[in-house]
C-alpha cells in the first residue's frame, strides 16, 4: 500500500544519484534520469525502447506513445525534463514537468495542485485564528459574552506607568478660541441687575424710668429688714457650787 501511495503522489518526494552528480551535463541528464532507482521515470516509455536498440533520440519524433525530453538547460545546476505524450510527430500533450536542482529530481506541481493547496493552507490558518478566538470568549447568564485575555492583563501589570503628558495649545488654537468666545458674547450679550439698597429706620422705644423717691424707697426697705432686732439668745447655765 505504501508503494502504491508514493506511486500515485509523487510531489512530496526526491530523488538523487551522487555517482552522477558532478559529471551531469545537457548530454547525458537524460541517461541520468531513466537510471532504474529513479521513481519518476516509467519503464515502458520510447526512450526505454530507443535506449534498448541502441538508436538516436532523433527517431522519437517517428514514434507514438510517452516519451521524456529535455526541455531546459541552465548549466550545471538546472535542468527541466517533459513527460509527454507523442500522437504524431508535429503534436504532443505535455503530461508532467520534474525539475533536476544540483542533481536532486523533484516533480514540478501542477496548477491544480498549487491551488487547492494555497487554499488548504488558507482555511488552515482560518480555523486555527477561529479557535483560538474562541479559547478566549467567555460566557456567563448575568454578563453575556466577553473577551479574556490572560497575556494582555500579564503585559498591562508588566508595562510601567506612564503619565501622557498634555501637549500646549497652539496660537492658532487660543486665537481661534477668543473670536469664538467674543462671538458668542455679542450674540448672547450678559444682562446685569442692579440692587438698590433701602435703609429703614427703626425706633427704639425707650422704656419710663422710675421716680427716685420709689427708687430710694426699695433700697430702704431691704436696708429695714437687715437691721432688725435679732431674737433673744439663751443665757448660758449658772455655775453651782458642789457640796463637800
Not at 185 to 214: D, G
Amino acid at each position: 500500500m505504501l508503494h502504491l501511495w508514493f506511486t500515485d503522489n509523487l510531489l512530496g518526494i526526491s530523488w538523487v544519484d551522487s555517482g552522477w552528480v558532478p559529471i551531469l551535463n545537457p548530454g547525458n541528464v537524460l541517461d541520468y534520469f531513466s537510471e532504474r532507482s529513479n521513481p519518476f521515470y516509467d519503464r515502458t516509455c520510447n526512450n526505454e525502447v530507443v535506449k534498448m536498440q541502441r538508436l538516436t533520440l532523433e527517431h522519437l519524433n517517428q514514434m507514438v506513445g510517452v516519451e521524456y525530453i529535455l526541455l531546459h538547460a541552465q548549466e550545471p545546476i538546472l535542468y527541466i525534463i517533459r513527460k509527454q505524450q507523442r500522437q504524431s510527430a508535429t503534436q504532443v500533450i505535455p503530461l508532467a514537468d520534474y525539475y533536476i536542482i544540483a542533481g536532486v529530481v523533484y516533480q514540478a506541481p501542477d496548477l491544480g495542485t498549487v491551488i487547492s493547496s494555497r487554499a488548504l493552507s488558507a482555511v488552515h490558518g482560518i480555523q486555527s485564528a477561529f479557535d483560538e478566538a474562541m479559547s478566549y470568549c467567555r460566557y456567563h447568564p448575568s454578563k453575556g459574552y466577553w473577551w479574556h485575555f490572560k497575556d494582555q492583563e500579564e503585559r498591562e501589570k508588566a508595562k510601567p506607568k506612564t503619565k501622557k503628558k498634555e501637549e500646549p495649545s497652539s496660537l492658532f488654537q487660543r486665537h481661534r478660541v477668543d473670536t469664538l468666545l467674543l462671538d458668542l458674547r455679542s450674540k448672547f450679550p450678559p444682562t446685569f441687575y442692579q440692587i438698590t439698597c433701602s435703609c429703614f429706620a427703626v425706633e427704639v422705644k425707650k422704656e419710663p424710668e422710675p421716680p427716685t423717691e420709689v427708687v430710694k424707697q426699695e433700697e430702704r426697705e431691704p436696708a429695714t429688714k437687715s437691721s432688725a432686732p435679732a431674737p433673744p439668745s439663751k443665757p448660758p447655765p449658772e455655775k453651782r457650787a458642789r457640796l463637800q
